[in-house]
Structures are given as structure tokens and as C-alpha cells.
């Protein structure tokens, strides 16, 4: 037996080609939807998704700025730029990327963001709306983890589902998310005492631990889903997961390649936040929008949701 292959590459081809459509109907009203990215340092990682975060801009008609800093810059210079960001209405977007140098706050950094603009949903204003159940911007890793699922058909209601990593941006989010959808969800991370104890009862195991190698087949059950978030760089340039694809797809019914699973959704699940952002601000008065930014408050998040 061999698992089917969650193939993030393919959705997000799809996906993309249906945001460039949205991207042009704002365009047509007389708008270009903007983003604009901060990269902080030299990390290469870092800059290569940013590359790859531009690229997907362009493939969906998203103008992308990307401003960068030395690592020696301040606090101040960051926030600055953010305030200009916030207030310009040519940004419906703004992402730091992470991570940070040491001297910089991440959470004084994040709150400057306007609530309106979060795309990648770190505002503390959007991280609590998860926690309510419904956020106007979840944040693109587990919200791409949700549309594989959801696209194959995969029901989480009632399932066990196990995540391996606790970290703000991808496990507690995804946790919350997936409560959200009716799972029992256990969160593993590095001070778990008996992991395989709980791996082994996942009905769907999503891993973000940042160690290759550390799912092997063992500590699987038969016909687990497995998604694995984990991008770790090898000697010889290549990435590699968290999970040993190679004997673990024998046992899973699905699984999630690396890279081609994941890493390509978060990217578009970037964009779709962007754009939705863009047809919201189209949709409401330039004054109002104008006056409740100035007062950092959120506008349309009742419209987006429905109800919170
Ligand atoms: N403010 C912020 N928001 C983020 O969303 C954010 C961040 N900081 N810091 C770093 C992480 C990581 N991340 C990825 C983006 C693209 C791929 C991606 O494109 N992966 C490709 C391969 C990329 C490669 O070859 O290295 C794939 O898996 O197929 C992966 C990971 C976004 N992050
Ligand atoms: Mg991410």
C-alpha cells in the first residue's frame, strides 16, 4: 500500500489561477491589490521565501513591495515604516517576516500592524479571534494545512487529531482551528514525555517540529493522514520534512510531500488573505475605512464572518 500524495503544489496552481480572477475584478474597480513584505537581515531561507512569496504576487495580479533592513535596525525605523504602511491605500497588506533579530520585540512589532492589514493573522486582535472561533485572517500555514484537508475530503469532526510542535505560528493556531471544526486535538512539543504514545492514536497527525526524521513508521497507525510542515535544509541544499515520507506512506492513506505539500499553500493562503483584505476595503467607504485605520479599529469583521 502506498498513501495518496497531498499535492499542495497542484491546489495551489489552482488555487491561484481563481485569485488572479478576484485580483482582477478589484483591479477592474479601479485598485491593485498591494502587499507589502519586511526582511529583516540576511537569513537565506528567509529570502527565499520572500522570493517566493513575490513570485506568487505576480502569478495573481498582487502588487509586492518588499522593504529591506540591516539587522542593526531599530525598533523605531520598523514601527515607522509599518505607520506609513498602515495608513497608505495602496497597501492592502503587511507582513514582517519572521524570524527577528534578538534586539527587536516581535509582539511590539506585530501590534503596530493594523488589525485590518494582518495578513498573516499574528495581531493579537486576530489571534484572539481565533480563540473565539472565527478570525478575519488565519494565519496562511494552518490555513492552507485546512484547505488540503477539506479538498480531499478529509472530515476532522470527531477525529483524532495530534499536532507535533506548539509554536504560535503554525501548532497552537492549528489547534485552534481545528477545535474549531469539531476534532479532539492533542498538542505535542519538545517536553513530551511518551510522543509515539500519542502519535499512534492520531487519526490525522500534522507535524511542525522542525527535526527530520523524527515520524518513522513505528509511531504511526495504519491509514493516519499526515501533513507534514516541516522544512529543514540538508547538507547538500535539498529540504527535507519531519516525518520519513518513505517508509511512513506505506502505513498513511495520505500524505504530504516536501516540499510540493505545505510550503506552496502557505504562500497562496498569503495571497487569498491579501486579496480578501483588498475586496473588503472596496467594499466600504474610503472615509470610514480612513477613520476607523487612523483609530486602529477593525472594520468588517462581522460582514467577513457572519457572526463572531
Ligand atoms: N511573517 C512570516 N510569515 C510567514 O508565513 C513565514 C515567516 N514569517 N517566516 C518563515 C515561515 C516559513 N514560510 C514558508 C514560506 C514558503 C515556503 C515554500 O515555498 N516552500 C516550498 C519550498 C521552498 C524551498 O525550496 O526552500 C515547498 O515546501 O515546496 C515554505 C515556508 C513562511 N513563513
Ligand atoms: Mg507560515
Redesign the pocket.
Known amino acids: 500500500m502506498s498513501a495518496r500524495i497531498l499535492d499542495g503544489r497542484t491546489l495551489s496552481k489552482e488555487i491561484r489561477a481563481s485569485l488572479l480572477e478576484r485580483s482582477l475584478r478589484i483591479r477592474n474597480k479601479g485598485h491593485a491589490p498591494g502587499l507589502a513584505v519586511i526582511l529583516v537581515g540576511n537569513d537565506p531561507a528567509?529570502k527565499?521565501?520572500v522570493r517566493?512569496k513575490s513570485k506568487a504576487c505576480g502569478e495573481c495580479g498582487v502588487m509586492s513591495k518588499v522593504f529591506l533592513f540591516p539587522n542593526s535596525v531599530s525598533e523605531h525605523e520598523l514601527i515607522e515604516l509599518i505607520e506609513k504602511l498602515n495608513a497608505s491605500n495602496e497597501i492592502d497588506g503587511v507582513?514582517?517576516?519572521?524570524p527577528l533579530p534578538g534586539h527587536v520585540n516581535v509582539r511590539n512589532i506585530m501590534g503596530c500592524i493594523s488589525v485590518n492589514k494582518d495578513v498573516?493573522g499574528f495581531h493579537l486582535y486576530n489571534v484572539g479571534g481565533l480563540v473565539v472561533g472565527g478570525t478575519i485572517f488565519p494565519p496562511?500555514?494552518p490555513y492552507g494545512v485546512q484547505l488540503l484537508l477539506e479538498t480531499a475530503k478529509i472530515e476532522v469532526s470527531g477525529k483524532n487529531v495530534v499536532i507535533v510542535g506548539a509554536s504560535n505560528i503554525v501548532g497552537k493556531p492549528m489547534a485552534l482551528m481545528l477545535l474549531q471544526k469539531d476534532a479532539t486535538v492533542s498538542i505535542c512539543h519538545i517536553k513530551t514525555n511518551d510522543l509515539s504514545l500519542y502519535t499512534k492514536l492520531a487519526d490525522v497527525l500534522i507535524v511542525a517540529a522542525g527535526k527530520p526524521g523524527l515520524i518513522t513508521a513505528d509511531m504511526v497507525k495504519n491509514n493516519v493522514v499526515v501533513i507534514d510542515v516541516g522544512?529543514n535544509r540538508m547538507p547538500d541544499g535539498s529540504?527535507t520534512g519531519d516525518v520519513d515520507f518513505d517508509n511512513v506512506k506505506h502505513k498513511a492513506s495520505w500524505i504530504t510531500p516536501?516540499?510540493?505539500?505545505?510550503?506552496?499553500m502557505?504562500?497562496t493562503m498569503?495571497i487569498e488573505n491579501t486579496i480578501r483584505s483588498a475586496e473588503l476595503r472596496m467594499s466600504i467607504n474610503n472615509l470610514e475605512v480612513t477613520k476607523l485605520e487612523k483609530q486602529n479599529q477593525v472594520y468588517g469583521l462581522s460582514k467577513l464572518l457572519g457572526q463572531v
Open positions: 528567509s527565499v521565501y517566493n507582513l514582517v517576516q519572521l498573516d496562511c500555514t522544512i529540504i516536501v516540499p510540493g505539500g505545505v510550503g506552496p502557505t504562500v498569503l
